[in-house]
């Protein structure tokens, strides 16, 4: 449980993770590439330590020095058992690599989850257009490329980020081109691209809407650093910006921050950005964000949705916010609720009429961003407010407890239950 005393006035600077949703399509990667492969920034999560616990099981030997992660890579399974996928439902983005490395891949359906579905018909479909075999009864999914992964033109029904790296991951060894139309534009899509080409990959329009990949005879792992986590960023920008607040965050992209910029700005903070590092001053009280849209990459960013959701509750006047990308992403509205926040949701929509200030409660983290959105909420609500559920956070945050005490905040962690 994390117990946090509000209201905060955060001050001083942090440095930024290394980006969980790079690290875990690098290292399905790193399954790919023959010999061994070193990740630096690699952060210190529990879905990384999922993502670690399948290599192994797969045939990998891995291990951790400090932020580095060291992957030798060896494949005697194609297999992933039902409690290491029930672990992680991105575990999803091993099928390619899989089914690339050894011809076959065998993995329990990964089920729904917090977020609404979570189906999986696009990475499916996309797949199949390759050559491989996919048999979905019982539960499984049983995949087999018996003439090898054969390069194809594949269109995207929506860019999808785990679709689209589970389409690299099949492609780049595969025999002849690939060609993948409507592909994600995640800077998590680039820092992948980025890698493989190291590895002797020929990947190009990273970053683009369509990607021309020449499949390769192998790959050879190589060094490469994480590129930082723009969602863990624009989680402390968020903190700052209810507590009226003044941080600087080292090692940030900037570039990856700007289509997240716009709530922040129009609620009156300053935000300059320069080289690696952001600083954020926020007003005594802020105004509305006005109007967010979640898009694809380099729309708004759904992530960065719960958060910014925390500074509409306690912004002057009236915030209007839609979901476009997942069905059940408002689930800390509930919270933020019970702290006094007037927030009706209607499907997609959801408006927020920000109130003077909230009153910290008992809430539960229904799921990752959610559960940060709270404790972003928390640092601006008079009172103690006791968050329980906070392994989701830990899922995607490297000691946000932590990050928040530096810089200020009355945050403490409990066993009690
Ligand atoms: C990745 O999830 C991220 N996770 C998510 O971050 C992020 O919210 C999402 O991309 C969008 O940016 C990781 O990278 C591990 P999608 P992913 O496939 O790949 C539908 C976090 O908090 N869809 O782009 O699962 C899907 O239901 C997590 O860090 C299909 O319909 O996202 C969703 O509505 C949450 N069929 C939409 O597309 C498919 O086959 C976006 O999904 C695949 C997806």
Redo the contacts with the bound molecule.
């Keep these: 449980m994390f117990i946090i005393d509000g209201p905060a006035e955060l001050r001083g600077e942090i440095s930024v993770q290394g980006a ?2 790079s690290t ?2 690098l290292l399905s990667a790193a399954l790919l590439c023959k010999g061994q492969t070193v990740l630096h920034n690699c952060p210190e999560l529990s ?1 990384v330590n999922i993502a670690v616990k399948i290599l192994e099981h797969l045939g990998c030997r891995c291990r951790r020095e400090g932020h580095d992660l060291i992957v030798d890579s060896a494949i005697t399974s194609c297999e992933i058992p039902e409690d290491l996928m029930r672990g992680m ?2 575990s999803i ?1 091993f099928l390619g690599a899989m089914a690339a490395r050894c011809g076959r891949a065998r993995l329990c359906s990964p089920g729904g989850c917090e ?10 479909s996309s797949l199949r257009r390759l050559g491989v075999e996919i048999d979905e009864s019982g539960g499984w999914l049983t995949c087999t490329a018996p003439q090898g992964i054969q390069g194809a033109y594949v269109s995207l029904a ?6 689209t ?1 589970n389409l690299i991951l099949a492609a780049v060894c595969a025999k002849g081109t690939t060609i993948i139309a409507n592909a ?1 534009r ?1 800077p ?1 899509i680039c820092d992948l691209c980025e890698y493989l080409n190291r590895c002797g990959g020929r990947v190009y329009g990273a970053g683009e809407s369509c990607l021309i990949i020449d499949g390769v005879k192998e790959l050879f792992g190589c060094e490469h650093r994480v590129m930082p986590d723009r ?1 863990a960023a624009v989680t402390y920008m968020a903190a700052a910006a209810v507590s009226g607040g003044n941080i600087t965050l080292r090692d940030v992209d900037n570039t990856h921050i700007l289509p997240m910029l716009a709530p922040f700005e129009e609620s009156g903070c300053e935000v300059r950005q320069m080289g690696g590092c952001l600083n954020i001053m926020a007003p005594r009280r802020l105004g509305p964000v006005k109007h967010i849209r979640t898009m ?2 380099p729309g708004f ?3 960065a949705q719960p958060a910014v959701m925390s500074m509409a509750a306690v912004g002057q006047g009236t915030s209007v916010f839609v979901e476009n ?3 059940n992403r408002y689930r800390h509205a509930q919270g933020l609720g019970r702290m006094g926040a007037q927030i009706k949701v209607e499907g997609k929509v959801a408006v927020v009429e920000g109130v003077e200030s909230l009153t910290g409660a008992a809430v539960e983290a229904a ?3 959610g559960g940060a959105a709270l404790c972003v909420a928390a640092l601006a609500a008079e009172g103690r407010t006791r968050l329980t559920g906070e392994a989701h956070i830990r899922r ?1 945050y490297e000691d946000l407890a932590g990050g928040l005490r530096e810089l200020g905040a009355r945050v403490r962690e409990s066993e009690e239950s």
Excluded: C, M, Q
């Design positions: 969980k949703n875990l399509p879905d439902r991105s983005v977020l609404g579905p979570r189906p999986i018909d696009l990475h499916l929506f860019p999808s980020v785990g679709a790296e994600a995640e998590e969602i694809p990459y960013p759904t992530d990308i997942f069905e799921d990752l961003r995607g």
